[in-house]
């Protein structure tokens, strides 16, 4: 009797597990077929169902004895779906939403670097803009920081990360990992699961990309002047443009998790240093300032507290207005580093 009870445990153990290999995978399969099936909401909708109706169906082969033909047909079929799946190409040829219509590339002369399509738009509102794409020629000798702006728009652990090259002019170019929006798109942390959008790297004037997010659409971002040398300094602002190049010749995806505006940043900073830890603040990049501070990149003589109450900047940004001085204003009252 014991045997026979300890068979049949054994067995709804298996079934269960059976269940789950079934289950999570017809989960993730039914979400890859909304986001990317072509055609419209009711197609999505029928495909979707028609798979979970399936999925559903093999489950129950598996508790009705029937294991072996419902795992076998299940497996066929989302080996099908997986082919499908990988053979969804990522492209730069779509209704691209305005703000991420071109993508910045880089041509470099020596020490000059000239930067095609830098972002210098006029932001009224979200949909009120007047566009202005420039090319700009920059000399890596006069290159002389960066700083990193994180900016908040949905709780601490959310942040976009802007990266700030300053030069010795005074003058700033910022590059932002974007996603790349269709026109009639919005974002969504989900569909940046599903090759819902394509990656882009956009070099933008400060006015822009900074005052867009704390003036139009009320973000709370911060300023951390980062505390490296000029050598890994310059080989980031040349990491940008290798990526961004490298971006116009092979489209990528963007990934929520894995292909972000903070991953990218940590894999070229890692090729430069060689030996940044990873941690979960790289996946919930509002902690990162954090994690930053640790790994010794940020000004020591301060707290992480002091620093981040030193760099919030969207109230001078909103005062500051479209101001030719706007990005000395947003940095009055941010020590400078030590030497």
């Known amino acids: 009797m014991n045997g026979m009870a300890d068979s049949g445990i054994l067995r709804i153990v298996a079934i269960s597990l059976a269940t789950l290999l079934i289950g999570l995978p017809a989960a993730w399969a039914a979400l890859a077929l909304w986001y990317q099936i072509p055609g419209n909401q009711f197609v999505k909708v029928t495909a979707a169902t028609l798979w979970l109706m399936f999925s559903v169906g093999m489950i129950f082969a598996l508790w009705n004895g029937r294991a072996t033909a419902g795992i076998a047909a299940f497996a066929l079929a989302f080996a099908a779906l997986l082919l499908w799946w990988h053979r969804i190409p990522p492209t730069n040829e779509r209704p691209w ?5 071109q993508m910045t590339s880089g041509r470099i002369d020596g020490n000059l670097v000239t930067l095609s399509s830098v972002r210098n738009f006029i932001w009224r509102s979200n949909t009120d803009y007047t566009q202005r794409w420039e090319s700009r020629v920059y000399d890596l000798d006069k290159l002389r920081s960066v700083d990193m702006i994180m900016s908040h728009w949905t709780g601490p652990a959310i942040a976009h990360m802007l990266m700030s090259f300053g030069f010795e ?4 170019v910022v590059f932002s ?6 026109k009639t798109g919005n974002y969504s942390e989900l569909g940046g699961f599903f090759k819902q959008f394509e990656l882009s790297i956009i070099a933008a004037d400060e006015r822009d990309v900074v ?3 704390t003036n139009v659409r009320g973000e709370d971002a911060y300023l951390y002047r980062l505390h490296m040398p000029l050598t890994a300094i310059r080989s980031l ?3 940008y443009i290798d990526e961004a190049n490298s971006l116009i010749e092979a489209p990528r995806f963007y990934n929520t998790v894995t292909a972000n505006c903070t991953t990218l940043v940590y894999h070229m900073m890692n090729r430069i240093v060689g030996h940044l830890p990873l941690n979960y603040r790289i ?8 994690y930053v501070y640790e790994v010794g990149g940020l000004d020591n003589r301060y707290t992480l507290e002091q620093l981040r109450e030193l760099g919030s900047i969207s109230q001078r940004a909103r005062q500051s207005g479209d101001s030719a001085n706007f990005s000395a204003d947003i ?9």
């Open 237 to 239: 602002f040349l990491g």
């Open 211 to 213: 005052r867009v997010r």
């Open 283 to 290: 996946l919930l990049d509002g902690y990162l300032p954090g």
């Open 97 to 101: 939403s305005d703000d991420v219509a």
């Open 331 to 339: 940095r009055a009252g941010i020590p400078a580093l030590p030497p």
């Open 177 to 182: 990992v974007e996603v790349r929006r269709l």
């Open 169 to 172: 002019d005074g003058g700033y």
